[in-house]
């Protein structure tokens, strides 16, 4: 089975507006309108309760009227959602919003446009829309063929748009570490291939004993700095992680760093700040709440975090510094891997979105 699915599995505001966005992506006139939340919401409830929604504490039937809250709240939530989305993505959101008459602000309806156009490598939406993508297979917002081997594409697509945006939000060099790598080598060769790079630091020269022998990665998928002017040790260092799956809230590095620095000759690179990017916002996860404005919640969850997994990339930071290191010179992307491969990320999911769109029109 292939296509756009019911959104189900939606737990709260953001699973709603990634529907909501694939659903624009998808269409062919490329748009969403806020009928469609309202009549996706119904047929839910329907589902749910057998044609008829009661009271939790009464048990009586209730009434159109107040059931049409139900689906008001969430057109207006999954509103709120894309304003703050376009907020914090800025020009690499590929989505915009319309409302019924020229010049007016929100009042129940609105349609959200595609602005992504055709999927090419010099695409700059081409970043936000792997994720959104990526997230809609996890979520089971759209459906293919064959999963395992879409999240997998996916999965490595994803690792090389996190590169360009580790390397864009540095503006310095940016060295793709995580296994599989493209060079096919082992953990030590490539260890050693980065710290060559950086300039500084030496790798032991054989595998100690007592250390693990078909070591992939040791946990870091991303290895990047800036340098200073002069070219010297003593620059600040960033190791990553990319996660993509329900498990990535245990992917800090912080059990994984100090493991690492034993394949470092004395001294070890210092100071490391560790790093996380996913495909998803990084609020995705947490339950819709009035006790404060939405917005101001999903940046208190963030800054939490953030004393665990240090430097945090989620879709919106990936999709806009992605971009920025896309649209550095020639000799300064050049730094940063995976800047080469950009063109196959807009094939296969040009590919992606073609085989998607077919089923849906089937």
Same mark, same amino acid.
């Given at each position: 089975?292939?296509?756009?699915?019911?959104?189900?599995?939606?737990?709260?505001?953001?699973?709603?507006? +990634?529907?909501?966005?694939?659903?624009?992506?998808?269409?062919?006139?490329?748009?969403?309108?806020?009928?469609?939340?309202?009549?996706?919401?119904?047929?839910?409830?329907?589902?749910?309760?057998?044609?008829?929604?009661?009271?939790p504490v009464t048990g009586e039937a209730l009434e159109a009227e107040i059931l049409d809250e139900k689906t +008001?709240?969430?057109?207006?939530?999954? %509103? @709120?959602? !894309?304003?703050?989305?376009?907020?914090?993505?800025?020009?690499? %959101?590929?989505?915009?919003?319309? %409302?019924?008459? @020229?010049?007016?602000?929100?009042?129940?309806?609105?349609?959200?446009?595609?602005?992504?156009?055709?999927?090419?490598?010099?695409?700059?939406?081409?970043?936000?829309?792997?994720?959104?993508? @990526?997230?809609?297979?996890?979520?089971?917002?759209?459906?293919?063929?064959?999963?395992?081997?879409?999240?997998?594409?996916?999965?490595?697509?994803?690792?090389?748009?996190?590169?360009? /945006?580790?390397?864009?939000?540095?503006?310095?060099?940016?060295?793709?570490?995580?296994?599989?790598?493209?060079?096919?080598?082992?953990f030590l060769p490539a260890l050693r291939s980065a710290m060559t790079r950086f300039g500084s630091h030496k790798?032991?020269?054989?595998? $100690?004993?007592?250390?693990?022998?078909?070591?992939?990665?040791?946990?870091?998928?991303?290895?990047?700095?800036?340098?200073? %002017? +002069?070219?010297?040790?003593?620059?600040?260092?960033?190791?990553?992680?990319?996660?993509?799956?329900?498990?990535? @809230?245990?992917?800090?590095?912080?059990?994984?760093? $100090?493991?690492?620095?034993?394949?470092?000759?004395?001294?070890?690179?210092?100071?490391?700040?560790? /790093?996380?990017?996913?495909?998803?916002?990084?609020?995705? +996860? !947490?339950?819709?709440?009035?006790?404060?404005?939405? /917005?101001e919640r999903a940046n208190g969850w963030l800054l939490y975090q953030s004393s665990d997994f240090g430097v945090?990339?989620?879709?919106?930071?990936?999709?806009?510094?992605?971009?920025?290191?896309?649209?550095?010179?020639?000799?300064?992307?050049?730094?940063?891997?995976?800047?080469?491969?950009?063109?196959? !990320?807009?094939?296969?999911?040009?590919?992606?979105?073609?085989?998607?769109?077919?089923?849906?029109?089937?």
């Amino acid at each position: 089975m292939t296509g756009l699915l019911p959104p189900t599995k939606a737990q709260n505001r953001s699973h709603w507006t +990634d529907w909501f966005e694939i659903s624009a992506l998808l269409s062919s006139e490329g748009t969403a309108h806020s009928h469609g939340l309202r009549k996706q919401q119904r047929l839910l409830s329907d589902e749910d309760d057998h044609g008829i929604l009661t009271d939790p504490v009464t048990g009586e039937a209730l009434e159109a009227e107040i059931l049409d809250e139900k689906t +008001d709240k969430l057109v207006e939530q999954v %509103y @709120e959602e !894309i304003t703050l989305r376009i907020k914090l993505c800025g020009d690499a %959101y590929p989505f915009e919003l319309h %409302y019924p008459e @020229e010049g007016a602000v929100f009042s129940g309806q609105f349609t959200l446009r595609s602005r992504a156009g055709a999927i090419t490598a010099d695409n700059h939406f081409v970043f936000y829309i792997l994720a959104l993508l @990526e997230t809609g297979l996890r979520d089971q917002i759209i459906a293919v063929a064959d999963v395992n081997t879409s999240n997998h594409r996916l999965g490595l697509l994803f690792q090389i748009a996190s590169c360009l /945006a580790v390397g864009g939000y540095l503006r310095g060099h940016s060295v793709w570490f995580g296994f599989p790598r493209p060079e096919k080598t082992a953990f030590l060769p490539a260890l050693r291939s980065a710290m060559t790079r950086f300039g500084s630091h030496k790798v032991v020269e054989a595998i $100690p004993p007592g250390f693990p022998a078909a070591l992939k990665d040791g946990g870091i998928d991303i290895i990047a700095w800036l340098d200073f %002017y +002069d070219g010297r040790g003593a620059r600040s260092v960033l190791f990553a992680q990319v996660a993509s799956g329900y498990d990535w @809230e245990g992917k800090t590095l912080q059990g994984f760093l $100090p493991k690492f620095m034993n394949w470092f000759m004395p001294p070890a690179p210092a100071p490391v700040k560790p /790093a996380l990017l996913i495909p998803f916002p990084f609020h995705h +996860d !947490i339950a819709d709440d009035d006790d404060a404005p939405w /917005a101001e919640r999903a940046n208190g969850w963030l800054l939490y975090q953030s004393s665990d997994f240090g430097v945090i990339f989620d879709r919106f930071r990936v999709a806009r510094c992605a971009a920025v290191a896309m649209a550095m010179s020639p000799e300064d992307r050049a730094r940063i891997d995976g800047a080469d491969q950009v063109g196959a !990320i807009a094939d296969w999911l040009s590919e992606l979105v073609d085989e998607i769109k077919e089923k849906k029109a089937a």
